[in-house]
Structure formats: structure tokens, C-alpha cells
């Protein structure tokens, strides 16, 4: 049903479509203009919950081997792409992806807004430091990457973010982004009961949306998938007469254990890969993944 809304943290629209209620009864808003999906309870402000989060893992942080190795190979292919290698990546987290750079032969800089991981950072000796992204000034020596992983969900005002990323991009420089897709197959079958969906994750983005807001900001896409299989659409699929928080709970567990399981395993990791080529191909996988570059 039409409703008057909170304003779209996209486009600032004050009128959507009220979608079915979330994973754990939150509702979410359908912008009748941009056609962004949000939580219409979302702040202007850094999230506290952020940095609750990553204070759960009190007995230090372990990084992930699988994490690690992906990490490498995507540094590698990006240094078949990037001429320069000056990286900033922004909400950095336990800082993998500047350790990976740094191991590459990258010069590496992170930046996040939560204490508890810079701490653990620092103490690691990973160049990553408490730090606003827009304190970066444009007038500072341009990057020639700059990563936003799994980012953009998190905050408000997108079009900002991809815009003060063009101010620091070098000419040849790459934006390098992810986020869940709305589109998926995992939100289609498990609908509500998605657990992408959290008070944490306040938009919801398709590849076609992500290059709109892109493309108004002076950036063009050089390359956007869809990728990774929901293994908890399939179990729902398989078993369904089992029940969600059956199921939902186990899905982080059963997506490391399918990880763990391709990597040791070539059939699987063929499996894998074409797995993802089908959920490319119908814009069905669990994650966008995109590069950005200055139009």
C-alpha cells in the first residue's frame, strides 16, 4: 500500500510502498521514485551497534585462511587492471583487505569509525586508523582503489559516498564495492525471512540501482555481478517443512562450510563456478560485486 515515509536516504522521497515485514518484524520501504529498499528507521548519524558488533569478539580476532586467500587472488587480478597502488579502504574492519594489499606490494590505508577494530588493527601492526571518510581530503595524493565492501548498506546519503570516492579516485583508478542484493534468489524464497535484513543493513540495493546511483555521480560500472548461491533459499527449498529459525541460524555455518568445502575440492569449486555464472547470468546471486570507474 502507498504510505507517507520517512524520507528515502537516497533520493530524500517522503512516499513509498510498504514491503512485507522483515527478518525479526522489521518493516521495510519500497522509494516510489529510485526504487531503493529501506528501513525506514534509519540515521543520519554512525551506528553504535557498528562497533557492538565487533565488540562480541572479545577473545580476539583469528582472521579467516578462506577470507585471506580470496583476498590475495583479488588483489592479484586487480594489479592486472590498476596501473598505480595506492589503496584506501573504507570501513576496513578487522583490516583483511589491507593486510592482503599490503602482502601484494600495495600501499594500503584503512579507515573505519569503530574503535574496537582499529585497536585490533594496530596491534596486529595493519596500517588502519579511526578515521572519517569524508575527513579524507581530495587535495591528498589521489588512490588508485578504493574499497567499500559490504559499506553501503550500512549508511545513509549513498550518492555522497560514490561521489567523494570520484574527488579521490585517480584517472584510472577503480572504485571496488560490495553489498547484498535485494534481487536475489535468497530474498525471493526466504522472502521475511531473509537474515540479510537487520536494523544494521539500512538500504537495500539491485546491480541496476547501485549503477544508477553510480552513474549520477560521475562513475561508470566496468564491471558488476550477482554472485554466490543462498544456502539457506536451497535448504528451504529441499526441506520445507522445516522451520526458519531452524534453518536461519544455521546459515552463516553452512556458507563456511560450503567454502571450506570448494576450496579443498576441485569438483566442488567447478561446482561452485558455475553455480555462479547461472546466478550471474539471472542477476540472482547473493552478492553484488562492482568496480567503478571516472566516467
Keep these: 500500500m502507498l504510505t507517507l515515509v520517512s524520507p528515502c536516504l537516497n533520493c530524500g522521497d517522503d512516499k513509498g510502498t510498504e514491503l512485507e515485514m522483515g527478518y525479526r518484524g522489521l518493516s521495510l520501504i519500497k522509494c516510489d521514485s529510485c526504487d531503493l529498499v529501506y528501513w525506514p528507521g534509519w540515521s543520519p548519524v ?35 587492471e590498476i596501473p598505480g597502488r595506492r589503496v584506501l579502504d573504507v570501513g576496513c574492519g578487522w583490516g583483511d583487505a589491507v593486510d592482503a594489499a599490503n602482502r601484494a606490494g600495495w600501499d594500503a590505508r584503512g579507515i573505519d569509525l569503530s574503535s574496537t577494530v582499529i585497536s585490533s588493527c594496530r596491534a596486529r601492526g595493519v596500517n588502519c586508523e579511526l578515521f572519517d571518510f569524508f575527513d579524507v581530503s581530495p587535495d591528498e595524493k589521489n588512490y588508485d582503489l578504493i574499497i567499500m565492501s559490504e559499506l553501503i548498506e550500512h549508511v545513509p546519503f549513498p550518492k555522497k559516498w560514490f561521489s567523494h570516492a570520484r ?37 537495500y540495493y539491485s546491480p541496476k540501482l547501485l549503477c544508477n546511483i553510480a552513474s549520477d555521480c560521475g562513475l561508470e560500472a566496468v564491471h558488476i555481478e550477482a554472485r554466490n548461491p543462498s544456502i539457506g533459499a536451497i535448504r528451504k527449498l529441499l526441506t520445507p517443512g522445516k522451520t526458519p529459525d531452524t534453518f536461519l541460524t544455521s546459515q552463516y555455518d553452512l556458507n563456511q562450510k560450503v567454502r571450506q568445502l570448494s576450496s579443498k575440492h576441485k569438483s566442488l569449486g567447478v561446482a561452485k563456478f558455475l553455480a555462479n555464472k547461472a546466478l550471474n547470468a539471472t542477476g540472482l546471486g547473493e552478492s553484488i560485486v562492482a568496480k567503478f570507474r571516472i566516467r
Design 46 to 80: 554512525f551506528d553504535v551497534s557498528h562497533d557492538a558488533h565487533y565488540g562480541e569478539f572479545t577473545d580476539g580476532y583469528v582472521p579467516n585462511p578462506i577470507t585471506a586467500k580470496g583476498l590475495d587472488d583479488l588483489f592479484l587480478t586487480l594489479g592486472q
Design 167 to 203: 574527488t579521490l579516485l585517480s584517472e584510472n583508478g577503480i572504485l571496488y564495492m560490495t553489498t547484498p542484493n535485494y534481487s536475489s534468489l535468497g530474498r525471493r524464497v526466504l522472502k521475511k525471512d531473509w537474515n540479510v535484513i537487520g536494523e544494521g543493513h539500512i538500504g
